[in-house]
């Protein structure tokens, strides 16, 4: 009896032995490291340094999650993260809130039926557009080389977009009909300001990808050119406006003011490396100019959407008389021909760049 339970203690540890040599179907994956601490400017490549911002670089070279998961981390770009990051709910609930009480004005009217409400959406849309890529870019963009380009690249493509939705908004709303009937702005406006916007677009990708630092002043040059013509173009139905409308029977003009000198603010800090140049290594974290730019930006955008607001419930319902709907309908396509035009204009800079890289 007992050789017996032997023998059947004996097959069962073979039994096992056999079933522990199996091969796992899963197995626990090892958790994923935090990211890394930040590190001076002299431990990251040349590219991912800015002039005057001596700290709070992350490394090169981490998963794309520690990227992802380093918006909780302090680091030289968190505010330029958050100050998109943050704005982009913002304005969703703004747009929001302005739709509800716009769509009770008539009686129950569907507003989102309308056609004349078509730019409007377009420029909304081109606003979270800009706001996503330039988080995604100040986030992501210390991955590599080559994701920094890319990244930059698209962020290039977000500005483009918005310059048009923000002309759209412009000519179909806030123009007035001494403005169109001026030297035949009403005929080259749209496409224009389509050119124009595409081009800063291509210059802005040549430039970073052509140019290395210390940066020439000739990449400014070919950075603000088109970039300022494309915005002289736009706003100028703002312009004409502000100085000929009645400041006490329009309550878009402070709106539209305040989009003005919010931009000329955000271009300044964008322009030149203030404060940080006169503190270098004080203003790594916050307080740089490229960090006060995004502040300005985001402002101006949200009072460019309130002055919008105002001027699309002031004239609802003269726009299609005014402009027709075939010409609301072709706008409205050659938004999205544009960011065809500027993603293809990236895709082609972003083969360029791999081939330097590859070839480095």
């Given at each position: ?229 494309a915005y002289f173009l736009d706003i100028s139905p ?123």
């Open positions: 009896m007992s050789t017996v339970i032997l023998q059947r203690l004996s097959t069962l540890s073979l039994t096992v032995k056999q079933l522990g040599n199996l091969p796992r179907l899963s197995t626990p994956s090892p958790p994923s490291p935090p990211p890394k601490p930040t590190v001076p400017a002299g431990d990251v490549p040349s590219l991912f340094r800015e002039p005057y911002i001596l700290s709070g670089y992350r490394p090169t070279g981490q998963s794309w999650k520690c990227y992802l998961l380093s918006v909780f981390q302090w680091h030289n770009e968190s505010l330029n993260v958050w100050t998109h990051l943050l704005a982009a709910p913002v304005l969703l609930l703004r747009c929001w809130a302005l739709l509800a009480v716009t769509s009770g004005d008539d009686g129950g009217h569907p507003l989102l039926l309308d056609l004349s409400v078509l730019p409007l959406a377009l420029y909304v849309l081109s606003s979270l557009t800009y706001l996503a890529c330039s988080v995604a870019a100040h986030l992501l963009q210390s991955h590599s080389e080559l994701a920094h380009y890319s990244l930059f690249f698209l962020d290039y493509v977000g500005v483009a977009v918005y310059q048009y939705g923000c002309a759209l908004g412009h000519y179909f709303y806030s123009a007035e009909a001494a403005w169109r009937n001026t030297g035949g702005l009403r005929t080259f406006f749209l496409p224009g300001a389509a050119l124009l916007a595409w081009l800063s677009c291509a210059c802005c990708c040549f430039a970073k990808a052509h140019y290395r630092r210390p940066y020439p002043l000739r990449r400014k040059v070919c950075q603000l050119i088109p970039t300022s013509l703002v312009v004409q406006r502000l100085v000929t409308g009645d400041w006490e029977r329009d309550a878009a003009l402070p709106f539209h003011a305040g989009q003005v000198a919010f931009f000329l603010m955000a271009a300044f800090f964008f322009s030149y490396p203030f404060p940080e140049c006169f503190l270098p290594g004080h203003c790594d974290i916050v307080g740089h100019a490229h960090q006060v730019f995004h502040l300005f930006l985001s402002m101006c955008t949200m009072c460019q959407l309130e002055a919008l607001f105002r001027d699309f419930v002031a004239r609802r319902e003269a726009i299609l008389e005014v402009h027709g709907e075939e010409l609301v309908v072709e706008a409205s396509v050659s938004f999205f021909i544009l960011v065809l035009c500027c993603l293809a204009t990236a895709g082609w800079m972003h083969r360029t760049v791999h081939k330097q890289l590859k070839n480095k």
